[in-house]
């Protein structure tokens, strides 16, 4: 009979774990380390998931381009963060494409906005605001433009990602879509997003004086135009019939890949006859079995150069350094592999090198609950500062790694590294006890924060007051705009010389000031001998800029104390 099975949707997979190969295999979401060390191509993709929204087992259609090392996220699927973060890969995945509004298409992008730092968010100005009032919507009150970097897409025009043009054009669907088609180093991938692809109903729409022929050209050819073609098929008329696919000459079934779809039959029935499928397939799912297209040896080169210099760029502790200094200790620093289960670092040791993650997964085994450092993570700081390492780290995989030598960042660095030594000396200072405790205490325990994160905080740390007991820290109605972190003693906060709350190390308050500049909504006394880290707006407020779930979850810790007058 004829195929059936809508597939098409407006709900999220309700799975709780993701399934994205043809053979309905489960890519597990633990926490623990990835079967094998995954490095990213020159070119490649990676598909996440193939299916559609009414597929009870399948993850929705969605899929990583690989460009230069550094991954571009296609309409993710529902948990396809935990996926990227499991396999010590969300460093490098911080651009996302979003083709259109539906469910099955937009599902993983909030968590994957509000997960880390800012990604930015390539699509239409009608999408993009479409998705705002949908998040609105559903959520009730989150300003979710605010949490990313949109980027305008203009049909037509080129737009560089990672090194890649790609030229972005509206598909034939019910709402606005857009598909696109990407060039790099003389290879192309198209995607051709939801999509009815019939030529004979657009000869019919020109004939009638619906479409122009510019627009006719443009739908039979676009998506054809390139290496590897990634096509939807469903039911029409909002999707493509695969009758029309495997219509398609035997040359450009070879480079063709289909998706939105759970299986492809043997044959289909049409007019009474049957009609045999031939020579369409479903990509395989997983990084295991990414695509890559060869670049050839000298783009492989510069890919490799580019990441590398890439990592430096991005390491927390060099964002201050000027390009130039950089590039040297990107040049200079040397690669080396660490077989899994070595210990890399002892506590108490000034370590030899700093280190930057470039494949592979360390743990530190005293603070598990931050989970395992990945690619772009640096360990090993306080080398460059030759201070002594607070900190055992112990590989969990293979681990590919790129070392810089106190004495070459010394050199190289000179009188640049001023902010970059301060940095450092309050990492050293201040690093393990957050660790230890943010991770524990509300509401940085809901956070899931990283080294990195824990680390930037640290950053962010002003100075340390010293309180004897019964000494008054701050009273209501105080307008200074301090957040303080209990590091020893204990606090009690009152309202009205009613005691309403007490505090212990790890704890913090403050919080509504730094967020709102309004009064302290509470007085503050040392119980009894206190030590507090205070941090100012001003330097939080760096923090949350760049990672958006802490910004989140603080916007709602003083929304829920406001409320509740906590």
Not at 41 to 50: C, E, W, Y
Request: glycine share 8%; with cysteine.
């Amino acid at each position: 009979g004829e195929r059936k099975g809508a597939v098409d949707s407006t709900l999220p997979v309700s799975s709780s774990s993701l399934v994205i190969s043809r053979s309905m295999s489960v890519l597990s979401m633990s926490t623990g380390p990835p079967a094998a060390v995954f490095s990213p191509p020159s070119l490649g993709i990676t598909f996440l998931g193939t299916s559609h929204g009414f597929d009870p087992h399948g993850a929705t259609t969605g899929f990583i381009i690989w460009v230069n090392g550094s991954g571009i996220l296609v309409d993710p699927p529902i948990k396809s963060g935990e996926y990227i973060l499991r396999h010590g890969l969300n460093r490098l995945v911080r651009h996302v494409i979003l083709t259109h509004c539906h469910s099955d298409h937009d599902s993983g992008i909030l968590t994957r906005i509000l997960e880390g730092e800012k990604i930015n968010l390539y699509t239409t100005k009608t999408i993009n605001e479409s998705y705002k009032r949908k998040v609105i919507a559903t959520t009730g009150n989150i300003d979710i433009g605010s949490y990313y970097h949109w980027v305008p897409v203009k049909i037509g025009e080129m737009i560089p990602i990672h090194g890649a043009a790609f030229e972005f054009d509206y598909s034939f669907h019910t709402i606005p879509t857009v598909r696109f088609r990407m060039s790099f180093q003389g290879k192309s991938i198209a995607y051709s997003a939801d999509t009815q692809y019939d030529p004979s109903l657009y000869d019919k729409l020109l004939d009638d004086g619906v479409m122009n022929s510019a627009r006719v050209h443009s739908l039979k050819n676009f998506i054809f135009e390139a290496d590897v073609v990634i096509h939807e098929a469903g039911v029409p008329p909002i999707h493509t019939d695969l009758f029309n696919l495997n219509k398609l000459q035997p040359h450009i079934k070879e480079r063709l890949y289909i998706v939105h779809t759970q299986s492809i039959p043997s044959e289909i029935v049409r007019n009474g006859q049957s009609i045999k499928i031939e020579g369409l397939k479903i990509p395989s799912a997983g990084l295991e079995n990414t695509i890559i297209l060869d670049v050839g040896t000298y783009s492989n080169g510069f890919s490799r150069a580019a990441m590398k210099y890439k990592l430096f760029a991005e390491a927390h502790i060099f964002r201050t350094l000027p390009a130039n200094i950089l590039f040297q200790l990107a040049s200079i620093s040397k690669e080396s592999v660490v077989p899994s289960g070595t210990t890399i670092f002892r506590k108490g040791e000034v370590p030899k090198c700093m280190y930057i993650i470039v494949t592979g997964q360390v743990a530190i085994p005293s603070h598990r609950s931050i989970g395992y450092l990945s690619v772009g993570d640096t360990l090993g700081d306080t080398a460059l500062a030759q201070i002594i390492n607070g900190l055992e780290m112990v590989t969990v995989t293979d681990v590919r790694l790129f070392a810089i030598t106190y004495e070459h960042y010394s050199l190289i660095v000179r009188n640049e590294g001023g902010l970059v030594d301060v940095h450092l000396h309050k990492i050293a200072k201040h690093s393990e006890f957050l660790l230890t405790y943010l991770t524990k205490t509300f509401p940085f325990s809901e956070m899931g924060l990283t080294k990195q994160q824990i680390e930037s905080i640290a950053t962010a740390i002003d100075c340390e007051l010293e309180f004897d007991p019964q000494q008054k820290i701050l009273e209501e109605g105080d307008k200074d705009t301090s957040m303080f972190i209990i590091k020893s003693g204990s606090v009690r906060l009152e309202r009205f010389n009613q005691e309403v709350r007490r505090l212990q190390v790890g704890d913090s308050f403050g919080e509504i000031s730094l967020l709102t500049s309004h009064p302290r909504t509470a007085s503050a006394f040392a119980n009894e001998s206190t030590v507090l880290i205070e941090i100012k707006r001003e330097s939080f407020e760096k923090v949350m800029a760049e990672y958006q779930h802490i910004r989140f979850h603080m916007m709602q810790m003083m929304e829920y104390r406001l409320v509740n007058q906590l």
